[in-house]
């Protein structure tokens, strides 16, 4: 329900995952987010998914169900914020962003906790 920026996390290592609810890889990331982000958020560490494909009331119900803890963006008919990413080719596709603010790696299709865990750690 309300805007965000990347400037609003500036000095932060972000991972920012785009996904769908409809995707199957996408739903079994998302307790590793989960358990990513309440392990290092303290650190500086903040996970930003981005929906490709519902509305707002949609997502609300959608990340209760899934006990999502972590910030989730509506990307759907933001066709300036998939660009500014894109192209987009595959769902989930994740991108880290170093504190600097530059894209520091990407992962096209699904990845495991232990792979986000390792990039997390060497940007933090």
């Known amino acids: 329900g309300v805007n965000v920026r990347l400037a609003d996390h500036k000095g932060k290592v972000i991972l920012m995952n785009f996904w769908a609810t409809w995707c ?3 739903r079994t990331e998302i307790p590793a987010f989960n358990e990513l982000y309440d ?12 929906s490709t ?3 707002p009331e949609a997502l609300r119900s959608y990340a209760a ?3 999502m803890t972590y910030p989730v963006l ?9 660009d500014a990413w894109g192209p987009i080719y595959a769902i989930p596709t994740t991108f880290f962003v ?22 997390i750690k060497a940007l933090l």
């Open 53 to 55: 494909d519902d509305e």
């Open 98 to 119: 170093g504190r600097d603010g530059s894209i520091c790696g990407k992962h096209m299709g699904p990845a495991t906790k232990e792979d986000f865990e390792r990039e």
């Open 65 to 67: 169900a899934m006990k």
């Open 39 to 50: 392990q290092y958020k303290d650190k500086g560490f903040v996970v930003l998914g981005v």
């Open 24 to 26: 199957g890889p996408c």
């Open 74 to 82: 509506v990307g759907r008919d933001k066709e300036e914020l998939l």
